[in-house]
């Protein structure tokens, strides 16, 4: 097959790329580009390890995040071909005790569902997130969710529904979904350093350290605890076996003569199920779908299937283009950092476009946006706050352990003069708002909230209300005696 010659100055690229990480103070990045089976480029620029000063390579590993739902979907799709499952067969019919809170959708629940994001249940991420929660307890604890809309009626968002997803293949193999993976796509792909745990990725030699950054500087910070939820962001790769993964898509499932998946299976994951309500980001977009792994648009008139994933420290974006045979990867060290949208973009407009935009100058302008329209909150938080005001009863009656079914339990303690709220293993500050009202925050996590302490019809305090979830009802934790 004849290789199609890219509009791709590599030397610009690179250039472009150095000036990307300085403007955006990330620490480093890796960028791999592949067309028509050809690995046009596979650089690591900047440092791993800032303190060290350890150069970015091909094969530093880095957390993928949300583009590990790619291999969900895969894994799922697997097991379609085997005959284990299929894809409109409810989840209870497989795994009787899956319950969600609205009967409807235990009833109904299908894998398709799960991998499209339309089971009515939103994020919920704090009930999992950093809680040391096993995936069967996770599993038991969907049933005291409140949805946030009508089953099937809405596209939400959901790492939940991916981690049943992936739980739900290793039941139905008889194996851990990891295990799955390893033998079912790892193995045969060569995909031999990618692996489940930050512990595994410490065990190599070349991985990247996770940064977030604080009114500009960059701070190390811990790896997150994600393997209870792996299906739904825990992979860790580099960006030479993530080149491998790209080239199986672009190739409707080949690895070189072997055919890993069918191609229609692998076609209904590419294939829009969904809407997603958000409006496109720029005018060249077309309105985002989602498949099944993979959000689906049109850019400039190519079909560009890809996927982002942030988790702490590390930001990625996978794009695939099938009309012009282009995959793209960008991985980098820095908490909720916009570089992998901004060069993914910029590279693909190398491809289809004599006048590619500006896309550091266009997600500047995002960016901005979304900085002061934090602080219009912060302005109309302090502009609704009733000045004069003090809590309703004295310190200590405010301390103790409060629990939630779903969400688990959080302890507030005094220290000093204030409180701190302990939740899982993160520890926010609780300062007064007004009357019952307090401001639960952690700035290193950029978490911020203002939160209700609910009296009961003796004057105790008896339960704390926290908006954990936006898209639903806050989630009310019960004071325990």
Known sequence: MTSIQPKLN???????TRSTLAKWNVPGCAIGIIQDNSVLLAEGFGYRDIKNKLDVTPDTLFPIASCTKSFTSFSAGLAVDEGLVEWDIPIQEYYPAFRMKDPCSTLKVTLRDLLTHRTGLSRHDAMWYQAGLSREEIVARLSYLEPARDFRSLYQYSNLMYMVAGFLVGHLAQCSWEEYIQAKILNPLGMNRTNFTSKSMLSYEDYAVAYAQVKGTLYPIPYCPVEPVCPAGGINSSLREMLLWVQLHLNQGKSGQSEI????????????QVVQPEEPDFPEFTQPCYGMGWSIRSYRGSQVISHNGVIDGFTSQLTLVPQLKVGIIILNNLHVSPLPQVLSWSI?????????????????????????AKKDRDKLWEQEKVKGTKPSHKASDYSGIYENPGYGKLEIVMEGRGFKLHFHKIVFTLDHYHYDIFQ??????????????????????????????????PIIFTKMP
Do not use: C
């Open 261 to 272: 998946i069918l191609p229609e299976t692998l076609k209904e994951m590419h294939t829009p």
């Open 348 to 372: 693909l407009d190398r491809f289809i476009t004599e006048n590619p935009a500006d896309w550091n100058l266009r997600y500047q302008d995002k960016w901005n946006k979304k900085s002061m």
């Open 440 to 473: 639960m925050a952690n700035h290193l996590y950029d978490m911020t909230y203002r939160v209700h302490f609910i009296t009961g019809v003796k004057g105790q305090i008896t339960e704390i209300s926290i908006p954990f979830e936006p898209a639903g009802p």
């Open 10 to 16: 590599l030397d610009e690229l690179r250039k472009l």
